[in-house]
């Protein structure tokens, strides 16, 4: 099992920036990618941005240029550094990881940004 612990959502200015943090805890050794999906009030949830065990990252044409994904180390922690936010960015932020054939999510933290 993984356990995700993550923080750092909140409410923000339109324009300004928040840094979401994800820590991961227990069966961590075989993780191979993490990363942050949202989702909005009535939509599905989707991918945000991902980063590999090897550090390679994915991230969605909406948040290109403006959100970074980085880890702390290969599979323990992971941030989402988010800038020019934007009212469209608000949802709820769920960290995942995914093990082989296993795919884990923290609880979710909400980030609502203001006009």
């Known amino acids: 099992q993984v356990q995700l612990v993550e923080s750092g959502g909140g409410l923000v200015q339109a324009g300004g920036s928040l840094r979401l943090s994800c820590a991961a805890s227990g069966s961590i050794f075989s993780i191979n990618e993490m990363g942050w999906y949202r989702q909005a009030p009535g939509k599905q949830r989707e991918l945000a941005a991902t980063?590999?065990?090897?550090?390679?990252?994915n991230y969605a044409d909406s948040v290109k240029g403006r959100f970074t994904i980085s880890r702390a180390n290969a599979r323990n922690t992971v941030y989402l550094q988010m800038n020019s936010l934007k009212p469209e960015d608000t949802a709820v932020y769920y960290c995942n990881a995914k093990r082989p054939y296993l795919n884990y999510w923290g609880q979710g933290t909400q980030v609502t940004v203001s006009s």
């Open positions: 980063i590999t065990s090897s550090g390679r990252t």
